[in-house]
């Protein structure tokens, strides 16, 4: 295993793997009780579908062809090596950037093993109103915003003010 990697760092982990385990079960489940297309009212805003996205957010690509299958899933395997690595060398202190960047990594990972053996990505939650109906997702692409948000909402509002120091 890394050198690098610690008791520390396998608690991010753990996060990431829970963030997967709880986005494949969920998928798992909408598969099983639902087919392609059905949909289940919840609330008069939000339904339950089964969808299929062979591309990106928002079903980016999803009509390029098939090629963006193989590229989404490279994409997202370089994206995830790289947030292990900047996991592991992540100092102790940086909690709010090792959460965001778990919930990125677990969310990143289910969606590619959807790539990997199903060929798309399973979505379900599906958030309408007065018609308009917000791109179906999932758990992982909740994982990857929720993330996403937090690292910025850190890079904004809690950045790490060690350079400015130093430069007084």
Known sequence: MLKFINTHTLRWFALAATVLLLDQLTKLWVMTEFTLGDSRYITGF??????????????????????????????SSVISLV??????????QKINEAIALSLILGGALGNLYDRVTLGYVVDFLDFHWAGWHFAAFNVADMGISIGAALIIIEALFFADNTQADKSE
């Not at 947030?83 to 102790?92: G, S």
């Open 46 to 75: 939000f339904n339950l579908v089964r969808a299929h996205n062979e591309g990106a957010a928002f079903s980016f690509l999803s009509d390029a062809g098939g090629w963006q299958r193989w590229f989404f899933t490279a994409l």
């Open 83 to 92: 947030i292990v690595v900047w996991l592991a060398r992540l100092p102790r």
